[in-house]
Nanobody, 120 residues
Framework: VQLQASGGGLVQAGGSLRLSCAAS????????MGWYRQAPGKQREFVTF???????KYADSVQGRFSISRDNAKNTVYLQMNTLNAEDTAVYYC???????????????WGQGTQVTVSS
């Protein structure tokens, strides 16, 4: 299984960015997909995830500003980030919980991380 994240960059406070993360893997399906982030000097923290049925969950810090969606046909998850502030500056990591065909075992895979920098 491989996850390829894209869409990070530099944005001014109050601006928006959209991240994408495409998962691939022969013989696998993907359940929950989501994002964590890690700011300099801090631990990695949960941001959001979305179930295969489209139910999202958000961290309190991003509720109302971030929106997660997915395209199951493309095994791709999107993160629309609005009203960004300096505290959102971090490396954003996508993940996917993959299930192998004919198996109930679930494994979490991570993308390579994409930098989001918000200038104040």
């Amino acid at each position: 299984v491989q996850l390829q994240a894209s869409g990070g960059g530099l944005v001014q406070a109050g601006g928006s960015l959209r991240l994408s993360c495409a998962a691939s893997g022969s013989g696998f399906s993907f359940n929950n997909m989501g994002w964590y982030r890690q700011a300099p000097g801090k631990q990695r923290e949960f941001v959001t995830f979305i179930s295969s049925g489209g139910t999202p969950k958000y961290a309190d810090s991003v509720q109302g500003r971030f929106s997660i969606s997915r395209d199951n046909a493309k095994n791709t998850v999107y993160l629309q980030m609005n009203t960004l502030n300096a505290e959102d500056t971090a490396v954003y990591y996508c993940y996917a919980e993959a299930v192998r065909s004919n198996s109930q075992a679930t494994f979490r895979y991570w993308g390579q991380g994409t930098q989001v920098t918000v200038s104040s």
